[in-house]
């Protein structure tokens, strides 16, 4: 069974650099795309980017300018870098495993979720 | 980008059959995704694709589409279904994002 575990900094100062990484046990690491999400408190889910063993990625662009999303294959770890952080990117940070079909039908889910990083930015 | 749309809330009394729906432009090309989100835990896959459900997700869990609608049904709610329920696909618009919905609060009476 999968599991994904997560770890990284949960107090920043402004204008500092947020990081976390996420390392995948028991399972298939190439052949998936690996998702970081976050959620502020009291608010709802936003994505933030993912990448696939390759290092190809996607990301949110709202978010684009600020975020670098990078893969440890010999590891089995992927890991999230947010620059210039502000009070507004405080927030749970998930990583999860994507799933996906393009074929005959589309979807896109993500089936197993990291428990989540408290990341509080405050001066 | 594309925006998925829920209602803030939700109501269902106990034992009764509940519709929780979401709204997009990008549901028209893709199936959605559904998640419960209980408080303080990680949110949990319920429904993905046409009408899949993960291993240990009860079958009183389902999934519709319409259009732009996208719909999750529960069929005789249990108190332990009280939770947040968001929908989510990948963005259509050409733009390789993901969108979540703003996410629906259902309280069971």
């Known amino acids: 069974q999968v599991q994904l575990q997560q770890w990284g900094a949960g107090l920043l100062k402004p204008s500092e650099t947020l990081s976390l990484t996420c390392a995948v046990y028991?399972?298939?690491?190439?052949?998936?795309?690996w998702s970081w999400i976050r959620q502020p408190p009291g608010k709802g889910l936003e994505w933030i980017g993912e990448?696939?063993?390759?290092?190809?990625?996607n990301y949110n662009p709202s978010l684009k300018s600020r975020v670098t999303i990078s893969v440890d294959t010999s590891k089995n770890q992927f890991s999230l870098k947010l620059s210039s952080v502000t009070a507004a990117d405080t927030a749970v940070y998930y990583c999860a495993r994507v799933g996906y079909s393009y074929g005959l039908e589309y979807y896109y889910y993500m089936d197993v979720w990291g428990k989540g990083t408290t990341v509080t930015v405050s001066s | 980008s594309s925006e998925l749309t829920q209602d803030p809330a939700v109501s269902v009394a106990l034992g009764q059959t509940v519709r929780i729906t979401c709204q997009g432009d990008s549901l028209r090309s893709y199936y959605a995704s559904w998640y419960q989100q209980k408080p303080g835990q990680a949110p949990v896959l319920v429904i993905y694709g046409k009408n899949n459900r993960p291993s240990g997700i009860p079958d009183r869990f389902s999934g519709s589409s319409s259009g732009n609608t996208a719909s999750l049904t529960i069929t005789g709610a249990q108190a332990e279904d009280e939770a947040d329920y968001y929908c989510?696909?990948?963005?259509?618009?050409?733009?390789?994002?993901?969108?979540f919905g703003g996410g629906t609060k259902l309280t069971v009476l």
């Open positions: 990448i696939n063993h390759s290092g190809s990625t």
């Open positions: 028991g399972g298939s690491f190439s052949g998936y795309y």
């Open positions: 989510n696909s990948r963005d259509s618009s050409g733009n390789p994002s993901v969108v």
